[in-house]
């Protein structure tokens, strides 16, 4: 199967995954439930869901199992881009090519939907795991929670805010984006390895090979949000300059910051050199990373 077959199959199997996880919009609450689901259905190119697959296939897991992190770790992407675009964050009109959720709703629908999507990403992930012992499944669910959290992603978007009009150095720039981007990046690649038969030094090594995409994805962020159109990025473009916040494109300048990336873009590959041949998606998923244009 090529890639595109491979990414389209695994993005339709996540959508009706995530379809089947969250509840109806029939559903009491009605109005929080079609919230939820407007944020999360129908959009996004499931970057964290292709990841989890991609590893998991290194280590032959089955993909109903994979489908349970695989969900789990794009809610709690989704409850983060709704949380990041409210008015006290970013104060975003535009996501996936459509309102905001709190544009669309209104705030506090927003707000409860982000902490919604959030606890039902653990509900799914603590559901029955066919092949998976209970420890392994509670060290996921624990991998998952520590990336979420003020040591993982939350903490790495308080830094974020903190840094707003201030001068970072590249140093302090990569530690803001190792939390807020990368450690969710890296906990759907190590949930996949989870699902199979991954022993520690393998996820070591691909606790390595994740770092590098983590950063890897943030810089080419950076370099789209300074260079792609609003109608291609399918959000607001150029927000990083307007808002005065310290990206990679303002700090090297657009040509080292491209420099840099085809640098982890290489040794993000040299990170998988040990895995041979089962790691093709996890190659192809690092190019891809890079040639997106959204
Ligand atoms: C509110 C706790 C909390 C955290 C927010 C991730 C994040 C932290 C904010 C998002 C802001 C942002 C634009 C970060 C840059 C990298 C990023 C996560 C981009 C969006 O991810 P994609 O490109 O989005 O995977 P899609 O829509 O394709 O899923």
Known sequence: MNFPTWMSAIQQRTESAL??????????????????????????????????????SIFGADSAVLDAPAVAVELIHAYSLVH??????????????????????????????????????????????????AARQLDMLHLLATASGSRGMAGGQAIDLAAVGQQLTIGELEYMHIHKTGALIRAAVLLGAHCGEAMPDALEHLGRFANRIGLLFQVVDDILDAEASTATLGKTAGKDAAQNKPTYVNILGASEAKAMASKLQQDAHDALALFGEPAVRLHELTDFIVERNF
């Not at 559903?27 to 919230?35: F, I, K, N, S, V």
């Open 19 to 56: 379809e089947a996880a969250l509840p109806s919009s029939g559903l009491a609450p009605a109005r929080l439930h079609e919230a939820m689901r407007y944020a999360v259905l129908g959009g996004g190119k499931r970057v964290r869901p292709l990841l989890c697959h991609a590893a998991g």
């Open 84 to 133: 990041d675009d409210l008015p006290c964050m970013d104060n975003d009109v535009l996501r996936r090519g459509k309102p905001t959720c709190h544009v669309e709703f209104d705030e506090a629908t927003a707000l409860l939907v982000g902490d919604a999507l959030q606890t039902q990403a653990f509900q799914t992930l603590s559901n029955r795991l066919s092949g998976i012992a």
